[in-house]
């Protein structure tokens, strides 16, 4: 079971990324998905997450109206669409998949994780 995260690398302040995460080995179509981020020297941090259907996301307050989570249920993919980055967004923003349906903000609430995808933002 695998969680692949892919799209990362250097932006300049401003401009956009989408990041993807595609699953292998299992279906997590019935999962809710998020991802979190990871900073040098910081703890990882929530950042977006989606429920099963993807009728439902949720955001952190830092990233609200610049970045959206999207999934294909079909294509058994996430992507994180990043708009607006600022430096403060540098980081290895990791993928996950939650042990249930719902919108999940915890990384308790999350059973498996990708390999993580840095993203650098120059300023």
């Known amino acids: 079971v695998q969680l692949q995260a892919s799209g990362g690398g250097l932006v300049q302040a401003g401009g956009s990324l989408r990041l993807s995460c595609v699953a292998s080995?299992?279906?997590?179509?019935?999962?809710?998905m998020g991802w979190f981020r990871q900073a040098p020297g910081k703890e990882r941090e929530f950042v977006a997450a989606?429920?099963?259907?993807?009728?439902?996301?949720s955001y952190s307050d830092f990233v609200k109206g610049r970045f959206t989570i999207s999934r294909d249920r079909v294509k058994d993919t996430v992507y994180l669409q990043m708009n607006t980055l600022k430096s403060e967004d540098t980081a290895v923003y990791y993928c996950?998949?939650?042990?249930?349906?719902?919108?999940?903000?915890?990384?308790?609430?999350?059973?498996?994780w990708g390999q993580g995808t840095l993203v650098t933002v120059s300023s």
């Open positions: 989606i429920m099963w259907s993807g009728g439902s996301t």
């Open positions: 996950a998949a939650a042990r249930g349906g719902y919108v999940a903000m915890r990384e308790y609430e999350y059973a498996y």
């Open positions: 080995g299992r279906t997590f179509s019935n999962n809710g």
